[in-house]
């Protein structure tokens, strides 16, 4: 094992990261959405971990439980969330917040030079606004308009800030303090186990486009109305959908993914010519102008399509711009990587993370251990205890190298 002044505790890692799963415990995994009892359960247990770390640590009005390092100018920030998806794995947010307590702790214990605040971000998996948490945090969110909002089963979000019993003062980003931020977490897709590498290095968090593609046609019954003067709503969504595949397929880079995975047809009987149907695309990229280009290809697609009987309209729902990690960090990483025996693979992250928010504000980078199976967002999600202890000797490694 190589030397180095920060050396975390396995056992008390693990055991922590064990604890937290409890909270919302669903079989293997976890349902812990933003300001269920679960969720605000957890935020009390992490805000008193914290404390015993030595932290000085507080719950502020968003839910973000911050612990900041006692006597120091200069900090280094660690963090990630520990609300969940419905149904959720254990480790999905929940590692990058354990690696930064035992990280901080172990600092305070060993006396190391190192300074490290550590963060739970609220809400990162959007139950109300993706990302707000951080927003909060980095002062990017709009306060004025979270009283209107509400979850998918009707409940406000005002409604539940309130009933959290969480008052504190908001936890803001501090310039003149976070040298960095450090985010941890599970890659949630197969490249890792795949390539048999055991650390990633992310090297950008890529950007998003959503749009809504809508058919307008006419409702006839389907045992009547010949093929020829029908205004077939689905029958044209459906070969629009086959162009958009193909043209996404010819003007893509390596690493583009793109989905169709909301397909709804009206009035959705069986002897009904649809009046109208509409579908969600998305797509992901790392290169703001490709995406771009993407999109200026679905305009064109969708004003081929509605020139006869049909109408075609096009709304963009969703826009993320890609948002590039750190190199000089990334390769502290990658460094700290081989320093424990093992060759970072480098590679972009086609999931949102808190780190693409506050890369905004300040210079940031994420590291990516192993999915068992590629597996995430459900109970099945796991990762090797081995890789979870190696993730947090290489981070810790990182973190004694950039010590402020």
């Not at 995994?29 to 359960?41: E, H, K, T, Y």
């Not at 990162?124 to 998918?152: Q, T």
């Amino acid at each position: 094992m190589p030397e180095t002044v920060i050396e975390i505790n396995p056992q008390r890692l693990l055991t922590d990261l064990r604890q937290l799963a409890t909270f919302g415990k669903l079989g293997t995994g976890v349902d812990r959405p933003a300001f269920s009892q679960a969720d605000i359960a957890a935020r009390r247990w992490l805000e008193g971990r914290m404390r015993e770390a030595g932290l000085q640590a507080a719950i502020d009005r968003c839910g973000n439980v911050y612990g900041r390092s006692p006597g120091a100018s200069k900090a280094l920030l660690i963090g990630s969330h520990s609300d969940s998806v419905p149904k959720g794995g254990w480790l999905d947010g929940a590692l990058g917040v354990i690696y930064g307590l035992e990280i901080a702790r172990t600092c305070l214990e060993q006396k190391s030079l190192a300074a490290v605040d550590v963060v739970s971000f609220e809400d990162e998996e959007g139950r109300y606004i993706p990302f707000l948490g951080v927003k909060s945090f980095c002062g990017v969110l709009d306060e004025k308009s979270l009283a209107a909002i509400r979850d998918s089963g009707g409940r406000s979000l005002g409604e539940a800030m309130s009933a959290s019993g969480f008052d504190g003062a908001p936890a803001c980003f501090e310039p003149s303090r976070h040298v960095a931020y450090l985010e941890a977490h599970i890659e949630q897709g197969p490249r890792l186990e795949a390539t048999r590498r055991r650390i990633g290095v992310v090297s950008g968090i890529v950007g998003i486009r959503r749009v809504r593609l809508t058919a307008r046609g006419q409702a006839d019954h389907a045992g009547t109305t010949p093929m020829s003067m029908r205004k077939d709503a689905g029958a044209v969504l459906m070969r629009l959908a086959n162009r958009v595949l193909d043209s996404f397929e010819s003007m893509a880079a390596a690493d583009t993914v793109w989905n169709i995975g909301v397909v709804d047809v009206q009035p959705g009987a069986a002897n009904v010519v649809p009046a109208q149907a509409s579908m969600v695309v998305e797509f992901r990229d790392m290169d703001a102008a490709l995406l771009e280009r993407l999109l200026a290809r679905l305009l064109e697609l969708v004003a081929q399509a509605g020139r006869g009987a049909v109408s075609m309209e096009l709304e963009e729902i969703a826009r993320i711009e890609p948002a590039p990690m750190d190199r000089a960090l990334g390769g502290v990483i990658a460094e700290a990587s081989r320093q424990h025996g093992e060759e970072a693979l480098y590679m972009q992250s086609g999931a949102g993370h808190d780190a693409m928010i506050i890369s905004r504000t300040v210079r940031s980078a994420m590291l990516f251990i192993p999915s068992i199976g590629g597996r995430s967002h459900d109970i099945a999600e796991d990762t090797s205890e081995a890789d979870i202890v190696l993730g947090c000797r290489v981070l810790a490694s990182a973190v004694e190298k950039l010590a402020p």
